[in-house]
């Protein structure tokens, strides 16, 4: 079992290398399309090469070098020459000279280099034995010409021998000549001598010219009596009944298999150079934060309020923050995206403030979105029953919070309070004010727990001003869409400030930056009806700027104490 280092989530633990695999696995199963892709091509390159190159009949006939023992002139006058000589009998097997005879034995004299293109000469190990390939598109060819080659390299090889041995009987020729010659001019003169030195002398003389004509008289011979053959056809070759190579099915099988490297190739060199996140252990090594929650694959929430399974993420996300004592020891949560729309960071704030109330807590959700601030008109439209003063943030004059807190019905989980943001001149300075501080810090009542929620952390710099006030921050985000070094620069930006990443919640409805038409990619509709466009025409929840909201309503319109009013409605 591994160890880990105290303190260290396990989430931050370093992953095994079976778990690296996996995981890279399933990033490049991202990429099936380019797999797909790739198959595709290599079926389509088997099945154009099974086509384009049609049947191919191949015939072989084979030849064994015969073995010459009483050639003196040959190189290969043993079996262990010609094995060491072997490479040469294959290349002379595969020349011009053989492929010209062969050209004359098939009836076209005048295509002997062109026949040379189907043929393929080899030697099996250990062996002297050359064998003659012939690949063609008709079978009664490739066996005709296969046994044409064998037959001219026999012929070129024995017509070979033939003239070595007329050229070495003529030169013997030309020796004993003059030695002839000679001896006839010595019996000349034997005949005229007497008896003495000189007689005896002529007879010595011609005895070795005797002896010269006689021994060069038997190796004339000898070469005369050497049999030329160089070798036997062992095997003839016949008409193949099956075209030779791959089938149309094998070819297809191995574009098929060609394909899917391809295609896993590229898409492992688009994974290399892909920045964003990709999986989850990217994040999480990215954050230096687990991943607290994946909301699952649905269509982009219209409302906030969440149900089934939906419902059931975020309340697991809930008890995991509940129970780490980060959060637990302060209970504040900033809730933020890496750049984009903020609606699905306000989805997530709602349903963990619902979450939370459900737990027993008291719960204050502060939308500190003070420049396109939607929530509470989000909200009202989701449950249907605000007053008419809660539906639209009261008007900001340079300063927020203004005092207004809305209690919100979240369904069976019960009730929280809101703290809706308002457009201010001056957003930092009202992020950072003493009345906002004093709200942040009524989580230090027992029981209780704020949730804010700010605009993206690298669009503006409102979450940075918060996050030394807040502590934990919650980075909601697509890894799909996020860079790696936008994650890293958040975990740097809010250490920075002086707060803590407390984990990530992932989902897959991207960024909602807006694309080039101006508008965000964000859906309608939602669990429990959609957003509702309010009455001055500005669509809630589109990340577009609405016009200023209506003057602030008076003390007859809403309760004075906020907390009565929380305290009435539970």
């Not at 449950?383 to 008007?395: C, I, K, L």
């Not at 501080?437 to 503006?460: C, K, M, N, R, W």
């Not at 502590?471 to 620069?489: F, I, K, S, T, W």
Request: overall charge negative; proline content about 6%.
């Amino acid at each position: 079992m591994s160890q880990h280092a105290p303190g260290d989530s396990p989430a931050m633990q370093p992953q095994d290398e079976p778990d690296l695999l996996r995981d890279q696995f399933r990033q490049l199963l991202r990429y099936r399309g380019m797999i797909v892709l790739g198959v595709v091509l290599g079926l389509l390159g088997g099945g154009w090469i099974a086509l384009a190159s049609g049947d191919e009949y191949i015939a072989s006939s084979e030849v064994t070098l015969r073995q010459v023992s009483l050639d003196p002139f040959a190189s290969g006058s043993d079996a262990t020459a010609i094995k060491e000589n072997i490479g040469t009998e294959r290349q002379t097997a595969a020349s011009n000279a053989v492929a010209r005879i062969a050209a004359k034995e098939v009836g076209h004299p005048e295509d002997g280099e062109k026949l040379q293109h189907g043929l393929q000469v080899t030697n099996p190990p250990n062996t002297l034995v050359l064998r003659f390939d012939y690949s063609a598109d008709d079978p009664e060819t490739a066996a005709e010409r296969s046994n044409a080659f064998a037959a001219a390299y026999l012929a070129y090889r024995e017509d070979k021998s033939r003239r070595t041995i007329d050229n070495m009987v003529e030169a013997y020729d030309e020796q004993v000549k003059p030695l002839v010659a000679e001896r006839d001019a010595l019996d000349d003169e034997i005949e005229s001598l007497g008896e003495g030195s000189a007689l005896e002398s002529a007879l010595s003389a011609r005895s070795s010219l005797s002896q010269s004509i006689g021994q060069i008289t038997a190796d004339r011979a000898k070469l005369q009596a050497l049999d030329t053959t160089p070798g036997h056809v062992v095997r003839d070759a016949t008409p193949p009944a099956e075209p030779a190579g791959p089938g149309l099915l094998m070819l297809l099988g191995l574009g098929a298999a060609f394909g899917v490297g391809l295609g896993l190739l590229v898409a492992w060199v688009r994974l290399v150079f892909d920045p964003t996140a990709r999986s989850e252990s990217d994040v999480v090594r990215a954050l230096h934060a687990p991943v607290l929650g994946t909301l699952p694959r649905t269509r982009r929430p219209g409302g906030l309020l969440a149900t089934g399974r939906v419902a059931e993420e975020y309340r697991s996300m809930a008890f995991r923050l509940a129970y780490d004592q980060r959060f637990a020891d302060r209970r504040r949560l900033l809730v933020v995206a890496p750049r984009g729309s903020i609606d699905i960071p306000a989805a997530v704030s709602v349903n963990l403030a619902a979450s939370f109330v459900e737990m027993g807590h008291e719960v204050l959700l502060v939308e500190a979105d003070l420049r396109t601030p939607s929530l509470s008109a989000r909200l009202s439209a989701a449950d249907g029953v605000r007053p008419g003063w809660a539906r639209t943030p009261a008007r900001g004059d340079g300063g927020w919070p203004t005092g207004l807190q809305i209690p919100i019905d979240a369904g069976e989980s019960g009730a929280f309070d809101l703290i809706p943001g308002t457009r201010v001149r001056n957003a930092a300075r009202a992020l950072t004010s003493a009345p906002a501080t004093q709200l942040i810090a009524e989580a230090d009542a027992p029981g209780s727990v704020v949730v804010v929620l700010a605009p993206a952390v690298l669009s503006y710099a409102d979450a940075l001003a918060l996050a030394d006030r807040v502590d934990g921050v919650l980075v909601v985000c697509d890894p799909r869409q996020v860079h790696r070094e936008d994650l890293a620069r958040i975990r740097e930006l809010i250490s920075g400030a002086g707060g803590t990443v407390l984990g990530a919640v992932l989902h897959s409805h991207g960024s909602g930056e807006p694309d080039a038409g101006g508008r965000g990619r964000s859906a309608k509709g939602g669990s429990r009806g959609g957003d509702r466009v309010d009455g001055r025409g500005a669509e809630a929840g589109t990340g577009t700027a609405a016009p200023a909201p209506p003057a602030e309503p008076t003390g007859a319109d809403y309760p004075a104490d906020s907390r009565a009013v929380r305290s009435s409605r539970r």
